[in-house]
């Protein structure tokens, strides 16, 4: 919904059918339509329809206006999908303007992209309605209307597509670079190098557009996406992007890991790669970082990320979605190591966009890999002392006919190591499998844990039977008999955390101290500690540490031998708290 500037009380609003109403009253009561649900039929009329669904079956929807004085000109745009399927749909947009407030439209139809990496020039291709916006329109889509310029409209979708279109354009071909009905506003890697075509020195602004607004004082367009807030600086001809990040600190981290033996922190940071911290865990405290803080590796969404700290050096494993750029570094603290990229763990569609693999925990030079959807169904172990370049690891399948969705592999029970266990939850299925060498157990699953995806599983490093579960509601579960039965002990959070709706408890681990356990959870309030010797029904939480912000906590990571905590946020980047047990013994003692 958007208001007319030039005439406050009146507010234009599109929905799901197409169709586009205006209210010039305020009233609730007031709304007509001005337009029909035809749109798109011309223009996506060469999709594929035989699957079912329609590419003008709408799935995201935006208006924009421009307006000078009385003039105003409003813009539509459309995103329709063919198919319901991630991997197979077929999309189609549409744009449309009105010069009369909605009286009669006039087709844009939308911009492509088919030839943008071809070194002779621009797209050529014809095909009505045909975008290179990409797949990802119900949360990628943006258009805004040039506030300076009537001809303009401005869009944008997955990767860093975006472009200018210019509606008085009348000439024959739809996407060209400059003085055409599309425009492209940024460049491109083509054959391993960025040549400048589009804009002056070769630039782009990060993938997945989510916004566009416009600074006045600088006439430059701004565009927020999943790496922050970028300008361009002439976009009515050829400028460049430059990032307006600074310090705002909003890295989304999924995961993070330590390694002791170097003081490193890294992090799988999601839409952006893999980081590693070139400065030491003790030189970010001390506020005395390195210039270029972090090193990266590219992997698109970093998903997984995990150090062997037993190795020497250090090595350090990370993928992205599903499982795609397993890369293994060995780390060390001169420059930055190089790594090695064995590519997508196999087979291809076998695992949803965040699975996760699982270090062994008492001999970590085993890596788990579960898959967790299609028909197959099986974990194999990697050996990562073995593999190169393109060669994987060699592999041995620990368990056929089982898929996972979270797992934990090896660990201790009663002091015993025990290198084959395997502990792991199917929220599809529902049901929890646990394997050592008692034998395999098989759980039909609780129902806090069905259907549910939002799930964090933290395990006691020193007692394998005992568990905790943080679901998609913020409660947690707690199991003594190795899964075979599960308690509340959520107790007083949600008021310990003063918090009056969920807490939006994620991120876990549990925390061995010398007479008993701490459980730490994360919550978009702050971190907070339980004890396992006062859980039950009316468990108490204390608030760990004073300084973090409100933010969604995603992971954790221990250190025993520094006593340091890390954590990584989905949105303020990752943290850090030294000393740990002897705040926790504090908390115990009855505060």
Request: proline share 5%.
């Given at each position: 919904m958007?208001?007319d500037?030039?005439?406050p009380?009146?507010?234009?609003?599109?929905?799901?059918?197409?169709?586009?109403?205006?209210?010039?009253?305020?009233?609730?009561?007031?709304w007509?339509?001005?337009t029909?649900?035809?749109f798109?039929?011309?223009?996506c009329?060469?999709?594929n329809?035989t699957?079912g669904?329609f590419?003008?079956?709408?799935?995201?929807?935006k208006l924009?206006?421009?307006?000078?004085?009385?003039?105003?000109?409003?813009?539509v745009?459309?995103?329709g999908?063919?198919t319901?399927?991630?991997?197979?749909k077929?999309?189609?947009?549409?744009?449309y303007?009105s010069?009369?407030?909605g009286?009669?439209?006039?087709t844009?139809l939308?911009?492509?992209?088919?030839k943008?990496y071809e070194?002779?020039?621009?797209?050529?291709k014809?095909?009505?309605?045909?975008?290179?916006?990409?797949?990802?329109g119900e949360?990628?889509?943006?258009i805004?209307?040039?506030?300076?310029d009537?001809r303009?409209?401005?869009?944008?979708?997955t990767?860093?597509?975006?472009?200018r279109g210019?509606?008085?354009?009348?000439?024959n071909?739809t996407?060209?670079?400059?003085?055409f009905?599309w425009?492209?506003?940024?460049?491109?890697e083509?054959?391993?190098?960025?040549?400048?075509m589009?804009t002056?020195?070769?630039?782009?602004?990060?993938a997945?557009?989510?916004y566009?607004d416009?600074?006045?004082?600088?006439?430059?367009?701004?565009?927020?996406?999943?790496g922050?807030?970028w300008?361009?600086?002439?976009?009515?001809?050829k400028?460049?992007?430059?990032?307006?990040?600074?310090?705002?600190?909003?890295?989304e981290?999924v995961?993070v890991?330590?390694?002791?033996?170097t003081?490193?922190?890294?992090?799988?940071?999601?839409?952006?790669c893999?980081?590693?911290?070139r400065?030491?865990?003790a030189?970010v405290?001390?506020?005395k970082?390195?210039?270029?803080?972090?090193?990266?590796y590219?992997?698109?969404?970093?998903?997984?990320?995990?150090?062997?700290?037993?190795?020497?050096p250090?090595?350090?494993?990370?993928?992205?979605?599903?499982f795609?750029?397993?890369?293994?570094?060995?780390?060390?603290k001169s420059?930055k190591?190089?790594?090695?990229?064995?590519?997508?763990?196999p087979?291809k569609?076998?695992?949803?966009?965040?699975?996760?693999?699982?270090?062994?925990a008492?001999n970590?030079?085993?890596?788990?890999?579960?898959?967790?959807q299609?028909?197959?169904?099986?974990?194999?172990?990697?050996?990562?002392?073995?593999g190169s370049k393109?060669e994987?690891?060699?592999e041995?399948r620990?368990?056929?006919n089982?898929?996972l969705s979270?797992?934990?592999?090896?660990?201790?029970?009663?002091?015993?190591?025990?290198?084959?266990?395997?502990?792991?939850?199917?929220v599809?299925?529902k049901?929890?499998?646990?394997?050592?060498?008692?034998?395999?157990?098989?759980?039909k699953?609780?129902?806090?844990?069905?259907?549910?995806?939002d799930i964090?599983v933290?395990m006691?490093?020193r007692?394998?039977?005992?568990?905790?579960i943080?679901d998609?509601?913020?409660?947690?579960?707690?199991?003594?008999d190795?899964g075979?039965?599960?308690?509340?002990?959520?107790?007083?959070?949600?008021?310990?955390?003063?918090?009056?709706?969920?807490p939006?408890?994620?991120?876990?681990?549990v925390i061995?101290l010398a007479?008993?356990?701490a459980f730490?959870?994360?919550?978009?309030?702050?971190?907070?500690?339980?004890?396992?010797d006062?859980?039950?029904?009316?468990?108490?939480w204390h608030?760990?540490g004073?300084?973090?912000?409100?933010?969604?906590?995603?992971?954790?990571?221990?250190?025993?031998?520094?006593?340091?905590?890390?954590?990584?946020?989905?949105?303020r980047?990752?943290w850090?708290?030294?000393?740990?047990k002897?705040?926790?013994?504090?908390?115990?003692?009855?505060?």
């Open positions: 958007i208001r500037p030039s005439t009380t009146t507010l234009y609003y599109v929905d799901s059918s197409k169709k586009i109403y205006r209210n010039t009253a305020l009233d609730i009561n007031l007509k339509p001005v029909d649900t035809t798109m039929k011309k223009e009329a060469h999709i329809k699957d669904y590419a003008d079956t709408i799935s995201n929807s924009t206006i421009y307006t000078n004085g009385s003039k105003n000109i409003l813009y745009g459309y995103y999908i063919s319901k399927s991630e991997t197979t077929t999309t189609c947009y549409a744009f303007f010069t009369d407030r009286a009669t439209w006039t844009m939308a911009p492509n992209g088919d943008l070194k002779n020039g621009a797209g050529t014809q095909g009505p309605g045909y975008a290179n916006l990409g797949t990802q949360r990628n889509f943006a805004l209307a040039d506030p300076t009537p303009f409209l401005y869009v944008g979708g990767q860093a597509e975006i472009f210019d509606r008085t354009f009348t000439g071909k996407n060209e670079n400059e003085g009905l425009s492209f506003l940024r460049d491109m083509t054959e391993g190098a960025i040549i400048p589009f002056v020195t070769g630039t782009s602004p990060h997945d557009i989510r566009f416009w600074d006045h004082s600088t006439n430059q367009l701004i565009c927020t996406n999943d922050g807030v300008i361009h600086t002439k976009p009515h001809g400028g460049d992007w430059f990032h307006k990040n600074g310090d705002l600190s909003i890295t981290f995961m890991a330590y390694d002791s033996a003081d490193t922190i890294a992090g799988a940071a999601q839409d952006n893999i980081w590693v911290s400065s030491s865990a030189e405290a001390a506020g970082s390195v210039p270029g803080m972090f090193y990266t590219n992997t698109g969404d970093g998903v997984n990320v995990a150090f062997d700290s037993n190795q020497s250090p090595v350090l494993y990370a993928t992205d979605q599903e795609a750029n397993f890369i293994k570094v060995p780390w060390i420059g190591p190089p790594s090695t990229l064995f590519g997508n763990i087979p569609n076998a695992y949803s966009f965040s699975s996760t693999f699982a270090l062994n008492v970590p030079r085993y890596l788990l890999v579960c898959t967790n299609l028909r197959t169904n099986y974990c194999k172990r990697y050996d990562m002392t073995t393109n994987f690891p060699s041995k620990v368990r056929d089982i898929t979270y797992y934990k592999y090896g660990g201790y029970h009663n002091g015993v190591p025990e290198e084959n266990m395997l502990f792991g939850i199917n599809e299925q049901h929890i499998i646990a394997d050592d060498k008692a034998g395999f157990k098989f759980h699953s609780p129902t806090f844990v069905q259907g549910k995806t964090a933290a006691n490093p007692n394998y039977y005992q568990s905790y943080v998609a509601e913020s409660n947690v579960w707690q199991t003594l190795f075979a039965t599960w308690t509340n002990v959520k107790g007083s959070l949600y008021s310990d955390i003063g918090c009056r709706e969920m939006y408890a994620w991120g876990s681990i061995p007479k008993n356990n730490v959870v994360g919550t978009a309030y702050g971190i907070y500690v339980a004890f396992d006062k859980m039950g029904p009316h468990t108490r608030k760990l004073l300084s973090m912000p409100n933010v969604l906590v995603s992971s954790f990571a221990y250190d025993p031998k520094r006593d340091l905590l890390v954590t990584s946020t989905m949105g980047g990752w850090q708290l030294p000393k740990v002897p705040q926790l013994t504090y908390l115990h003692g009855g505060m």
